[in-house]
């Protein structure tokens, strides 16, 4: 499944024909040099868990999460924010061109998201509610409003409820989402949902800490992008230790194979699997 997906995200990536030099070049650099396709892997194995031959229907909207989620990324290493030199292996878009090309592209992918939404072979009423949905835990109901909350709290230690709110909102709301929407797309019922989405917030917090952990004990060589640069930012380390925050993360992976009791077998090995994979010393990308 994922090998087909990236079949298809190459071979529908954002594209503009126009004579400046290079924004054509730059719209896809970032998507095309990896990263793990996280979130949309996880609104697919939903999508297969339940109705497999909606899957490659589900294509374009996985590509949709997968394109705000680089967006984001692209502006959180712009100089205003985390000012950063690697992504995904590859030099951060303002240092491959230029600050106003890497915001410019940023905004670029945000929008096209929705476009990819918009034209997935899906009823226009499920649409509608994939676009509601991604919208709002892309925006203010989530990651803008966390990283709000990051940035402005930088040099300014939170307590742990406030830490957790803010990654919740940052990372954990999106990851949580992608799960949702996989969910809509099959029609699972509103009580479904909730647990999807629930289950999804607490897999959002296992990520970050393990970014986290990532960030204080990796080279950027082998985490494929800046590490050391949490020093002055609200992190789980920082907060709780390094001993604490490996602490942490395993009693949220506990946790979320508990969870995984309150779902259909099918859905609830997929996604032990990935816990099983990805939760180990990986790096978000």
């Known amino acids: 499944m994922l090998e087909d997906f990236e079949e298809y995200l190459l071979s529908n990536l954002p594209s503009v024909k126009c004579f400046h030099p290079y924004f054509d070049e730059a719209l896809k650099k970032m998507v095309v ?6 979130r949309p892997e996880l609104l697919l194995r939903v ?22 989620h680089t967006y984001s990324l692209i502006h959180d290493d712009l100089p205003s924010m985390d000012n950063a030199d690697l992504r995904r292996g590859e030099k951060t878009l303002h240092k491959a061109y230029d600050e106003v090309t890497a915001i410019l592209v940023g905004d670029a992918l945000n929008s ?4 990819m939404v918009s034209i997935a072979p899906l009823s226009d009423e499920i649409k509608v509610k994939l676009i509601s949905e991604l919208s709002f835990y892309g925006g203010i109901g989530g ?3 966390g990283q709000a909350i990051d940035c402005y709290f930088e040099n300014q230690k ?5 830490l957790k709110f803010l990654h919740i909102h940052k990372t954990a709301k999106l990851i949580a989402t992608s799960l949702k929407m996989g ?6 019922d509103s009580n479904t949902l909730k647990r999807v989405f629930d289950f999804g917030e607490h897999l959002g917090l296992l990520f970050q800490v393990q970014d986290d952990i990532i960030d204080a004990t990796m080279s950027k060589e082998v985490a494929g992008k800046t590490t050391g ?24 992976i506990e946790k979320l ?3 995984l009791g309150e779902f259909d077998k099918r859905l609830a090995d997929s996604l032990l699997e990935i816990i099983d994979r990805y939760f180990k010393d990986e790096v978000d990308g």
């Open 158 to 162: 939170l307590d742990i409820e406030e």
């Open 143 to 145: 990651m803008v409003t």
């Open 47 to 68: 999508v297969d868990a339940y109705e497999p031959l909606l899957t490659k229907n589900a294509y374009p909207v996985a590509l949709g999460v997968e394109l705000l």
């Open 33 to 38: 040099a990896g990263g793990k396709r996280f």
């Open 257 to 259: 194979k508990k969870e």
């Open 183 to 188: 969910g809509i797309i099959v029609g699972l």
């Open 112 to 115: 096209h998201s929705f476009y």
């Open 229 to 252: 640069n949490d020093g002055d930012k609200n992190s789980f380390v920082n907060l709780l230790g390094l001993d604490k925050a490996q602490d942490y993360k395993k009693s949220l």
